[in-house]
């Protein structure tokens, strides 16, 4: 079998120090239930001549295969991942002196970031020995994890809120998935899975399994590789629902500065709406985990998620990066997409919106500063 290279040791767990043999399917950790984390052999990379060789190769997030954990490369499943592109943005007067980029993930494939995880993750599980995968969803998740496991010709499960939109159940149902409609929730939705799937399908959540953060990791290796190790952001705005992206980023950064390649990292900055911040007032109480947010309330699909699971892990990735977090009024991501679309040409969801909703009131609070370099996270694309 041709291999990747992959330097995957073990997996660990932040919570009770666990460590586990990563060539067994696992979800969570066995001991204590929360989630379980890669981790590679680090010390056998030169490090600099592998990132050098990285740029030279094909411009997928593969390329960064010897820290990822698929072993086996003839068990990727892909659909040609390609680079997000990072864009610098004409900032009017109320940001004059920042320095602001957008990273636009509405590229990839099934239309946002979503993917990242799912390649990495629908592979892993499959070279492992997986049979059939299911998630729970408020759609971008499912359909991704849809077309992944089409791809890998995996029968897939996804559960779906009530309230889902019926585009979503179409779109999630063209590639072969069984839907579910369950719950006001997403964590309803999930709930009903995990009653269902028991004893025969793999859950594919977010942070109940190793390997999709690994995907998300990605966000930060390219924005270090695109900008360079020694132009890093400031600061990276970034929509937060369950929370794998920022851990994701948070990973990727940390690696690099394990393998010297950077000195520090980002800031990041989670951006909620004001009708769904269970990450955004954990983080300014101060708690070690989120409380679940009663009366979900936004617009925006992906952000309703009312109590992240692993929510420590989220709110530690935050907080080791000395990041914060914001909420916006709902009605200010539509408006934030409009001008997304009139002054900078780009066409996003509802979630990705949220960073630039949220720019005037980081600055007011000083949360980013005058001649700083910050990027606008953008999760995923527009309809239409």
């Known amino acids: 079998m041709p291999s990747t290279g992959s330097l995957l040791r073990s997996l660990v767990c932040r919570a009770c120090c666990g460590e586990v043999d990563p ?3 696992r979800g969570v950790c066995p001991t204590c239930g929360q989630t379980l984390f890669a981790e590679y052999d680090l010390d056998r ?3 600099r001549s592998w990132w050098r060789d990285v740029r030279g190769r094909e411009p997928t997030l593969w390329k960064y295969r010897e820290i990822l954990p698929v072993r086996d490369a003839g068990a990727i499943v892909t659909l040609g991942e390609p680079e997000g592109p990072l864009l610098r943005l004409r900032a009017g007067a109320e940001v004059e002196g920042i320095e602001l980029w957008a990273k636009d993930d509405g590229g990839l494939p099934t239309g946002s970031f979503k993917a990242r995880g799912m390649t990495v993750a629908v592979s892993r599980a499959r070279e492992l020995g997986a049979q059939r995968l299911f998630a729970p969803s408020a759609g971008n998740a499912g359909l991704a994890l849809a077309a992944y496991g089409a791809r890998a010709g995996l029968p897939v499960a996804v559960y779906l809120p009530e309230a889902a939109d019926p585009r979503t159940v179409e779109a ?5 998935a069984s839907v579910v409609r369950s719950g006001a929730t997403i964590r309803e939705a999930g709930e009903e ?9 793999f859950e594919m959540s977010t942070l109940r399994e190793p390997y999709r953060v690994e995907g998300k990791k990605t966000m930060g290796l390219e924005i270090a590789e695109r900008l360079g190790p020694d132009r890093l952001p400031d600061a990276i705005v970034y929509p937060t629902g ?5 851990v994701g980023l948070w990973k990727g950064f940390d690696e690099l500065r394990r393998l010297g390649l950077v000195d520090r990292l980002p800031r990041l900055i ?6 769904c911040a269970p990450v955004v007032r954990a983080l300014r109480d101060g708690a070690p985990k989120v409380t679940p947010w009663e009366n979900v309330l936004t617009s925006a699909p992906g952000l309703a998620v009312p109590a992240p699971f692993s929510s420590e892990r989220v709110l530690e990735a935050v907080r080791a990066t000395g990041g914060t977090g914001v909420a916006v009024p709902d009605d200010a991501l ?5 001008s997304l679309a ?3 040409g780009l066409s996003v969801s509802p979630e990705a919106a949220a960073p630039w909703a949220a720019l005037p009131q980081l600055l007011r609070t000083g949360a980013l500063r005058e001649g700083e370099r910050v990027v606008l996270y953008l999760t995923g694309r527009g309809a239409g």
Not at 242 to 246: D, N, P, S, V
Not at 270 to 275: H, I, L, N, P, R
Not at 334 to 338: E, L, N, Q, S
Request: aromatic share 2%.
């Open 342 to 344: 009139r002054e900078q």
């Open 45 to 47: 990379l030169d490090a």
């Open 23 to 25: 060539e067994v399917l």
């Open 334 to 338: 539509a408006t934030a997409r409009r």
């Open 172 to 176: 999630v149902e063209r590639y072969g």
């Open 193 to 201: 899975g995990r009653r269902r799937e028991a004893g025969r399908g």
């Open 270 to 275: 989670a951006v909620q709406s004001e009708g």
């Open 242 to 246: 369950g929370g794998t992206g920022l």
